[in-house]
């Protein structure tokens, strides 16, 4: 059953509610295992690394990410400058040990509580301290605790369903303020149509291997769902392989008079 798709009875919801609550559940699985680098690492095999031995494989990876991404830190560090940024599903937490090198304050949250435990102890190595932490029990009511003018995910809310995303989302919303800087790597639509249009389950294997329960494509009109109208879309930008590996949307939050 395709959770993107209205039920149309009482059987049909029951079976929709218990579908998005097994992707959650995979979901708490699968991202034990992480991109690093090159390839995947079990964050449990990170945390029982010495420190210099996971300082020495951090540092390799983060040299990894700037030659293929070095283009987006250059252009985020500067957006992200002198804001204090919410991010999510931060996995490792590449990007954020990055871009909190300019931003005034950086907030990890994952669903994953080792996730973040391997993420605090590498800032606390790296000599960060400019960051905050979260561990998300329910990510559709999570208590952000802060207000934050800037919102960051890279490759998480393509893996639940639209309906979830757009929960999880309206929850965050409460937590941005007027003019909070938006930033969201998801797969684009001509990734999911490369791979010939699989189901989001089937798409979520090809993208990030097995155990992925679901991968869904976004486009500027679903962004727009996502969010609604009190997000202005600024830019699309898609890149990587065959320009469709990943698109990055930056958005902004509108007041209510900018509209
Ligand atoms: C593909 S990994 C990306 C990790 C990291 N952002 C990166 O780019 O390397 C997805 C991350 O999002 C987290 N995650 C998955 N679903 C989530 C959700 N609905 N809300 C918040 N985090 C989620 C996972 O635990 C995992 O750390």
Same mark, same amino acid.
């Given at each position: 059953?395709?959770?993107?798709?209205? $039920?149309?009875?009482?059987?049909? +919801?029951?079976?929709? &509610?218990?579908?998005?609550?097994?992707?959650? +559940?995979?979901?708490?699985?699968?991202?034990?295992?992480?991109?690093?680098?090159?390839?995947?690492? %079990?964050?449990?095999?990170?945390?029982?690394? =010495?420190?210099?031995?996971?300082?020495?494989?951090?540092?390799?990876?983060? +040299?990894?990410?700037?030659?293929?991404?070095?283009? !987006?830190?250059?252009?985020? @560090?500067?957006?992200?400058?002198?804001?204090?940024?919410?991010?999510?599903?931060?996995?490792?937490?590449?990007?954020?040990? #990055?871009?909190?090198?300019?931003?005034?304050?950086?907030?990890?949250?994952?669903?994953?509580?080792?996730?973040?435990?391997?993420? +605090?102890?590498?800032?606390?190595?790296?000599?960060? *301290?400019? &960051?905050?932490?979260?561990?998300?029990?329910?990510?559709?009511?999570?208590?952000?605790?802060?207000?934050?003018?800037?919102?960051?995910?890279?490759?998480?809310?393509?893996?639940?369903?639209?309906?979830?995303?757009?929960?999880?989302?309206?929850?965050?919303?409460?937590?941005? #303020?007027?003019?909070?800087?938006? &930033?969201?790597?998801?797969?684009?639509?001509?990734?999911?149509?490369?791979? =010939?249009? $699989?189901?989001?389950?089937?798409? /979520? #294997?090809?993208?990030?291997?097995? =155990?992925? $329960?679901? @991968?869904?494509?976004?486009?500027? %009109?679903?962004?727009?769902?996502?969010?609604?109208?009190?997000?202005?879309? !600024? *830019?699309?930008?898609?890149?990587?392989? %065959?320009? @469709?590996?990943? &698109?990055?949307?930056?958005?902004?939050?509108?007041?209510?008079?900018? /509209?």
């Amino acid at each position: 059953m395709n959770p993107s798709v209205s $039920p149309r009875n009482q059987n049909e +919801r029951v079976a929709l &509610v218990e579908t998005n609550k097994s992707i959650v +559940r995979k979901n708490r699985v699968k991202w034990k295992t992480l991109p690093a680098g090159a390839g995947r690492k %079990q964050v449990d095999t990170l945390l029982s690394l =010495g420190d210099n031995e996971l300082l020495d494989f951090y540092n390799d990876s983060i +040299r990894y990410w700037e030659k293929e991404r070095g283009w !987006e830190y250059d252009k985020y @560090a500067s957006q992200f400058s002198a804001r204090s940024i919410l991010e999510i599903g931060s996995g490792l937490g590449y990007d954020g040990i #990055t871009y909190s090198k300019s931003a005034e304050c950086w907030t990890f949250c994952d669903i994953i509580p080792e996730n973040i435990q391997l993420v +605090r102890r590498i800032a606390r190595l790296m000599d960060v *301290s400019n &960051v905050k932490y979260q561990t998300i029990e329910d990510f559709i009511h999570h208590d952000y605790g802060d207000q934050y003018n800037g919102f960051y995910a890279h490759g998480v809310l393509h893996h639940v369903p639209f309906e979830i995303a757009k929960k999880e989302v309206s929850n965050i919303d409460r937590y941005l #303020t007027r003019g909070a800087k938006v &930033v969201l790597l998801m797969y684009p639509y001509e990734r999911w149509v490369l791979c =010939g249009k $699989p189901s989001f389950e089937e798409f /979520g #294997t090809m993208t990030d291997g097995e =155990g992925t $329960p679901w @991968a869904e494509y976004y486009d500027d %009109q679903k962004i727009k769902a996502l969010f609604g109208d009190s997000y202005k879309l !600024e *830019s699309s930008i898609n890149w990587g392989h %065959q320009n @469709a590996e990943f &698109v990055n949307f930056e958005l902004i939050k509108l007041g209510k008079s900018d /509209g």
